[in-house]
């Protein structure tokens, strides 16, 4: 923008040459305005990094850090300096080759080029050449903040295929209660049975934690393998109690799930897989009654378990990746300390919440209880989806900034341009050419600038997102839907760009301008 800026100055530059300045006082003065435009420029980064850290200590670190008090984010002084030097080099440095090149003394033929006011085809080129460069830059930095913005809205957004608000989700204080194993089996079963007799509860199943799809450091292997090698590493383990299934709503494909016998401290070893495992036991999946082991982080020991049903994937509403899933029954040696309740329509589960509790100390006094949250709540409230959520909006954020540069960019280097060929159009429109024909000749440069910027940009986000490809979810580097949202947003952007100066230079008046100097 200073280099074009620069070019339409130049017979105010050769003007003051010609009055006696100095190259020297020339210079001065380009660099002096260059150096303004720094300052100003790094006092309002500064002021946007000061409200960007109190935003990260009001709304982010609460989120993220609820366990330390000590955790703040502020402006660091050596971050600072080297980003206003930065800031400032640059400018300067873009300054002064217009300085140097305006301040060269050739006074006459700068005055003699036709009133100093139609663009050389040499300084037209660089100026299509920056409008180019500066869609290209653009469109990379639009594409990698809708492919982020995506991916994480993909990591927050609910799985359609669980239910998850009509999942009422009930954690218990089990430890604090005390009773042996006995009694604590003849209570929890009682709990049970008085909630699922409700008649707002579909199903009532339990667990010793809760659970919904991520994965763990647990190894599982196939016992007695002659490789040797697990079938899933970072796999998931999750003790299931009566009636988790149908309360979860994970469906049975083969086999069967647990029973009471199951249940039994002295009953085979057991397990239930899903899907994903069955097919890296066998192709067809079909492994009802191979034997598998599990450990912890490197070595599958513990076992063998023999797998009497396979169930549907439960997709992870942590982190979105596909981890094998394991159900070994809950033996209960003391309560079990997480109930989920199925509740039959979702607008009860409001009303609900209380009554639970209210039914729990009717059954005993002694039981207490946490909490009680939908799964939808839980699911919202963890880490990965508040990081996923504050990605999209930095993400958003970003593509809305380089939007805004762009549309300003484009719109500061065109109006440049049309108003150094005020005489050129006023010529054309003298010669016969009519509103529409100059609005349609500008609007077709700008097309062929911005298909062409489009097309380079485009070629370097989709490097970037392929190198960064790991920090997608859910999305391809190569994303349809996010490259025609770039070539739309930005074709928009800077056709809209070019038509407020294409517009200005078609109400152009051909005698005023042929008259002009």
Not at 42 to 62: K, Q, S
Not at 370 to 397: E, M, P
Request: proline share 4%.
């Amino acid at each position: 923008m200073l280099i074009v800026q620069g070019a339409a100055r130049q017979r105010e530059i050769a003007t003051r040459l010609a009055l006696g300045g100095s190259r020297w006082c020339i210079i001065r003065q380009l660099l002096i305005e260059s150096l303004l435009l720094a300052l100003l420029g790094g006092v309002f980064g500064v002021l946007l990094a000061f409200w960007g850290t109190r935003i990260v200590n009001i709304w982010v670190i609460p989120h993220f850090y609820r366990h330390t008090t000590t955790f703040r984010c502020g402006l660091s002084l050596w971050v600072l300096a080297g980003t206003l030097g930065l800031c400032l080099i640059t400018t300067l440095l873009f300054g002064l080759k217009p300085a140097l090149r305006l301040s060269k003394r050739d006074i006459v033929s700068e005055l003699k080029a036709s009133g100093g006011r139609v663009l050389g085809s040499l300084r037209r080129k660089r100026s299509a050449v920056s409008v180019t460069g500066q869609i290209a830059l653009s469109a990379t930095l639009i594409l990698i903040a809708i492919l982020l913005t995506r991916s994480a809205m993909e990591i927050a957004k609910p799985e359609a295929r669980v239910s998850l608000e009509d999942k009422l989700i009930v954690h218990l204080d089990s430890a604090s209660v005390g009773y042996d194993t006995v009694k604590a089996r003849r209570i929890g079963e009682a709990l049970a049975d008085h909630l699922a007799s409700l008649p707002e509860v579909k199903a009532l199943g339990t667990s010793s934690k809760v659970f919904y799809g991520g994965g763990g450091p647990i190894v599982i292997g196939e016992y007695r393998s002659e490789s040797g090698k697990p079938l899933a590493r970072n796999a998931a383990l999750a003790w299931a109690g009566r009636d988790y299934f149908t309360a979860m709503e994970i469906p049975l494909l083969q086999g069967r799930l647990f029973n009471q016998q199951d249940y039994a401290p002295d009953a085979e070893e057991v397990m239930i897989i899903d899907e994903s495992l069955a097919r890296k036991l066998r192709p067809d999946g079909n492994a009802l009654g191979c034997f598998i082991q599990w450990g912890l982080f490197t070595k599958a020991e513990d076992g063998p378990f023999r797998i009497v049903g396979i169930v549907a994937h439960l997709p992870n509403l942590e982190d979105g990746q596909v981890h094998a899933q394991v159900y070994v029954p809950h033996k209960p040696g003391r309560l079990p300390p997480i109930l989920y309740l199925h509740v039959a329509n979702k607008g009860m589960v409001d009303g609900l919440r209380q009554r639970v509790i209210t039914e729990i100390h009717t059954v005993d006094a002694r039981i207490s209880v946490k909490w009680v949250k939908t799964l939808a709540q839980i699911h919202d409230n963890h880490n990965s989806v508040k990081t996923a959520r504050s990605g999209a909006w930095l993400g958003l954020a970003a593509g809305v900034t380089a939007l805004f540069l762009a549309a300003l960019g484009i719109y500061a280097i065109k109006g440049h341009m049309l108003a150094a060929r005020t005489s050129e159009i006023g010529i054309r429109m003298a010669l016969g050419a009519t509103h529409g024909s100059v609005m349609g000749m500008i609007l077709c440069e700008g097309l062929v600038m911005t298909m062409v910027g489009l097309i380079v940009g485009l070629g370097l986000g989709l490097g970037v997102a392929k190198v960064a490809a790991g920090l997608l979810y859910g999305i391809s580097p190569v994303d349809p839907v996010s490259i025609i949202a770039t070539v739309f947003i930005l074709g928009i952007t800077s056709l809209l760009a070019s038509y407020i100066p294409a517009r200005r230079a078609a109400k152009i008046d051909p005698m005023k301008a042929l008259r002009y100097e």
